[in-house]
């Protein structure tokens, strides 16, 4: 229910936020998220567990609160005005000859060492379809130059890509749906001129699964803007919001600029079950005219709150602007540190956060970039108080020491046919995002970051060094959650050619995914994507890296910024079946003059992700021949499955076979019967609903080429999208049954 109380325009300077002494005495025992009157034995469980994660640090933070300063309703985004005029057909759209989207592979079972191939994987916005605008070129040191800086999110039947300049829609074939639609155009009734430095840059969409919305960011001068579907359907309005983040009630301590004159870069956006959160790093200029002579940096970080429900409220009764508190967390020596980072937490998958659980923030404290040593993953939690404002605390907690890295000594990115080398963000830069998930009884933080190969090969060349972080989920009258510990950690350089620009995520059966750029003196800048399985040995990307798109060109920088390839680019996770991974990053299919950046999108997913629980009755292989029988148990989140206008695949040990869509028959009972020649394989299948979720599958083939049996034998089935593995032990002793005769109707 919306709360009608206001609490008031923006408000003035507050108190600095203090950590409470773990001593403190109080009428109940609180850890954290649980307040309770314990037995002496759990209080003694309780202070242990306090201690562990009340880090010792008693950081104060300037804190900032009040409501949005603006608000309007966009119209709908179909109705805005696309850079290309009317929306063409694909290919007309693309100055290259690349192909057109196309399913590659929905279920097919590929060499298991590799990635499975991208299911799709279709061209993203270039800069050519950037909203280029000569005027605005000229005033703003020729924008169109800078990198893609894309970012793009999945939803239920749509694909939204963001870069510097445009957005566009798409849908899950890659079918541009509408746009590219301008920054200007997008935010025009928040923006007002864009003729500035520095307003329609760093812009984030994700998708908030839970509230069925979509949310997009950028940064305005001091201020945050953010946007948020009224419905579903990213086509239409958007509510837009702008807020001072950047506030003068802000003290900098640098060179005396004002706060609220700090461009507020690289913001992040995460969104977590009371608030939207945003990190970002305050950064000044001083200009000579539209120049910037001298960045200002080694400012600090600003993180925000934003009230999630406020922002979801539509219609008559949501009066009151949403409110929003901000921390400004200074760098310590101000001058001494290059970047100092910090990212939310975003939630992935179908559960949301423990009730209570504050935002996680994690920060990277590189040594060599000014930090004591040894290098730190500092952790913090933001409990925002929507009642109180004035009561939301930013906290340190846990500081945990990864193995050494160096992010401030990376060798510069080496492309093929030019001198030209690219900034590898080697500088504490975190990459976007910090994956969130709730496994039960642990929760999960995933990221990444850009760092020295610390194997001494020669030449030194970049790796991605990547992080799985994992607290407990303790029940003790009520959750306790326990200190953060690092799972797994992993830099990942399988050779000379260098990594950059990663994005890391995982799927709900467990499987991490990281995309990234690769690049070498041999090697176009390309797209690429590596996993491990939730099975393979900590801290090892045992799945070998498989292409979205191979390069063809290179950036030869005959623009201003011309070392810049891109900031960072995304990977999240299809929320209608938790398994699909989609990616975005850039490349260049050519060599151009002046250079022409495209960005690509692509989905792929593993395997053994499932949409089915598979309950296998029998499982024979002997030589050329099997017999299945086997109940399949579709998950929640998975559709419908059609046998009649799909393809039905499945792997069964050695033996796999696709049938073709259309290519079953439904009887009157309501059963799926197939009888044919597959290749070299006869094959006979019945399908027989059990329930609205379930199904019953048996299944004969002969004629087979004769391979090894091996133990335990693996099963998958894939009806359309839908799909699933398992696998059986045969010593048990399900393997032993003689084999059946099955037609297409019954059992003899």
């Known amino acids: 229910m919306h709360r009608v109380a206001s609490r008031g325009g923006i408000a003035g300077r507050e108190q600095q936020m203090r950590v409470a002494p773990s001593t403190g005495v109080h009428d109940c025992a609180c850890i954290r998220f649980a307040c309770y009157r314990p037995s002496i034995r759990a209080f003694g469980l309780m202070l242990f567990l306090f201690l562990l994660t009340a880090g010792s640090t008693a950081d104060a933070f300037q804190r900032h609160s009040g409501s949005a300063q603006d608000h309007k309703v966009s119209i709908e985004f179909s109705a805005m005005s696309s850079c290309l005029g009317t929306p063409a057909p694909f290919l007309a759209l693309l100055p290259f000859a690349i192909e057109p989207p196309s399913p590659i592979c929905i279920f097919c079972f590929p060499d298991p060492r590799f990635m499975p191939p991208p299911i799709v994987s279709f061209e993203g916005l270039s800069r050519d379809e950037s909203c280029r605008d000569p005027v605005r070129e000229k005033n703003m040191n020729d924008v169109a130059s800078w990198p893609s800086d894309d970012s793009g999110a999945v939803g239920p039947n749509h694909y939204v890509q963001v870069v510097n300049l445009a957005l566009a829609i798409y849908d899950k074939a890659g079918n541009l749906i509408h746009g590219p639609v301008s920054t200007c155009t997008f935010w025009s009734a928040l923006a007002g001129d864009c003729n500035a430095v520095g307003k329609d840059t760093d812009q ?7 509230a069925d919305r979509w949310v997009v960011s950028r940064p305005h001068d001091g201020l945050l803007y953010l946007a948020v579907s009224q419905t579903a359907d990213p086509a239409g309005a958007y509510d837009q919001y702008s807020f001072l983040i950047n506030s003068d009630d802000f003290s900098s301590g640098v060179l005396g600029v004002k706060f609220s004159t700090l461009f507020n870069d690289y913001p992040k956006l995460g969104i977590w079950r009371d608030a939207y959160y945003v990190t970002a790093r305050p950064r000044g200029c001083r200009f000579d005219g539209e120049i910037c002579e001298q960045a200002l940096t080694g400012i600090g970080n600003t993180v925000t709150a934003i009230d999630r429900d406020e922002l979801l409220c539509t219609g008559q009764f949501c009066l009151a602007l949403p409110d929003y508190v901000t921390f400004f967390v200074p760098d310590p020596g101000l001058k001494s540190i290059q970047h100092s980072h910090m990212l939310p937490a975003d939630v992935d998958g179908a559960t949301l956060p423990p009730s209570g659980a504050p935002e996680y923030v994690v920060q990277v404290r590189d040594q060599n970039l000014g930090f004591p040593a040894p290098g730190r993953l500092q952790m913090y939690e933001f409990h925002v108080d929507w009642t109180s404002p004035a009561s939301s605390t930013l906290t340190p907690t846990t500081s945990l020491t990864p193995s050494f890295f160096d992010s401030a000594d990376c060798p510069q990115i080496k492309q093929p046919k030019t001198s030209q080398t690219l900034d ?69 350089a399988p050779d000379k050619s260098d990594r950059w620009l990663g994005s890391v995520a995982m799927d709900d059966a467990g499987n991490i995914a990281l995309g990234f750029d690769v690049s070498s003196a041999t090697v176009f800048p390309s797209i690429h994507y590596v996993g491990r399985r939730v099975s ?108 009649l206008t799909e393809d039905v695949s499945l792997q069964v040990g050695p033996f796999t076979v696709t049938i073709p869509a259309g290519s079953f028959t439904q009887q009157p009972d309501g059963v799926f019967t197939f009888e044919g020649v597959i290749g070299t394989v006869r094959f006979v299948a019945k399908i027989t609903p059990t329930g609205s979720d379930s199904f019953e ?31 059986v032990d045969c010593s048990s002793g399900i393997c032993r049954e003689p084999p059946q005769r099955l037609t297409g109707r019954e059992n003899d």
Not at 204 to 210: A, G, K, T
Request: hydrophobic share 35%; glycine share 8%; proline share 7%.
């Open 204 to 210: 984030v969409v994700l998708y908030d699964r839970h």
């Open 424 to 492: 590898p963000l080697c500088d504490g830069t975190m990459m976007y995002r910090l994956s969130y998930r709730n496994r039960g009884d642990h929760e999960m933080l995933l990221f990444n970051h850009t760092i020295l190969n610390p194997n001494l090969q020669v030449p030194r060349n970049t790796g991605i060094r990547w992080y799985e972080l994992r607290r407990p989920i303790l029940q003790f009258f009520q959750p306790i959650r326990t200190p953060w510990v690092i799972y797994q950690e992993e830099t990942y």
């Open 536 to 643: 393979d040995p900590r801290g090892q990307l045992r799945v070998r890296e498989t292409s979205l798109v191979e390069g063809g060109g290179s950036q030869r920088g005959l623009l201003p910024g011309k070392d810049q390839f891109g900031d960072y680019s995304q990977m999240t996770v299809d929320p209608t079946d938790d398994c699909t991974f989609w990616y975005t990053n850039t490349y260049y299919p050519v060599t151009t003059t002046p250079d022409n950046w495209h960005t690509r999108i692509g989905a792929f997913r593993f395997p053994s992700c499932i949409q089915f629980f598979t309950i296998v009755r029998n499982l024979v292989i002997n030589g050329g021949e099997f017999t299945l029988a086997a109940q399949f148990i579709l998950k929640p989140a998975a559709k419908a499955i059609s046998p």
């Open 697 to 727: 599958l048996e299944a004969r083939g002969a004629g087979a080429a004769t391979l090894p049996e091996t133990n335990p034998v693996t099963v998958s089935l894939a009806i359309g999208t839908n799909g699933g593995t398992t696998t």
